[in-house]
């Protein structure tokens, strides 16, 4: 890789909410993250992102997993960033996070570069999509959507069905079948609709978790 004149990256890893300090407001957290020149507007852009009012005096420590994410985001864009590298973005968001997310990636000016699985999230993100496949990359000038259009498929699933292969006893690969690419998708139907529960069931404990008289509640201590 060659990196070009005045390029300034930023990246955003899977793991980058976790490194918010959890001691901290979430208007502290910003001005540690804020050139001298963005001061003044970092209770905006903390509007912007969906944290107003008294919530910027929160500490990070009682935000849910997608308002954490939110929070990082909004940092890292404090910086004069032209190319952005986002590393699965969507893991653990919610719905509203990720439109946040995707809105505020739409009216970013730079150059953009997202790995992600999340249809709804690429579609009219990304105006070139690339796929690693056979060992080689595939160049697709349009979005997800058009993506999936020239491969003939209906959506992400398919994708990943379709490049998979199953190892025989005698150690050579295979194409899987219809019917054994049915099955393969009807188990990960299952196990997404189960992921989506247990999500739902943390984002619940994480509100009641927020608030004030939680902790002396003797559920609290189980």
Do not use: W
């Not at 032209?82 to 809105?103: C, Q, R, Y």
């Not at 050579?172 to 099955?183: D, G, T, V, Y």
């Not at 998708?185 to 299952?190: D, E, K, P, T």
């Amino acid at each position: 890789m060659k990196i070009g004149h005045n390029v300034l990256i930023g990246y955003y890893a899977q793991n980058q909410a976790e490194a918010l300090d959890p001691k901290i407001t979430l208007l502290e957290t910003m001005e540690n993250h804020s050139p001298p020149e963005m001061r003044t507007k970092l209770r905006n852009i903390l509007g912007s992102f969906l944290f107003s009012g008294e919530d910027q005096d929160k500490k990070v420590s009682v935000l849910s997993g997608g308002e954490r994410a939110r929070l990082a985001m909004a940092c890292l864009l404090l910086r004069p960033i032209n190319l952005l590298v986002l590393d699965e973005p969507t893991n653990h968001l919610d719905m509203l996070s990720k439109e946040v997310l995707k809105a505020s990636l739409m009216s970013y000016t730079g150059s953009l570069l997202v790995v992600s699985h999340d249809r709804d999230f690429l579609s009219g993100l990304a105006d070139i999509t690339v796929e690693f496949r056979d060992k080689k990359l595939h160049t697709y000038l349009g979005d997800i959507n058009y993506f999936l259009e020239k491969r003939k498929l209906d959506d992400m699933r398919q994708v990943e069905l379709a490049t998979k292969t199953a190892t025989s006893s005698n150690g050579h690969h295979k194409e899987l079948n219809h019917e054994e690419r049915k099955n393969m998708q009807r188990h990960l139907v299952s196990a997404e609709k189960k992921v989506e529960q247990l999500e739902a069931k943390i984002s619940d404990i994480e509100s009641r978790m927020a608030l004030p008289d939680f902790y002396p509640n003797p559920i609290a201590k189980r």
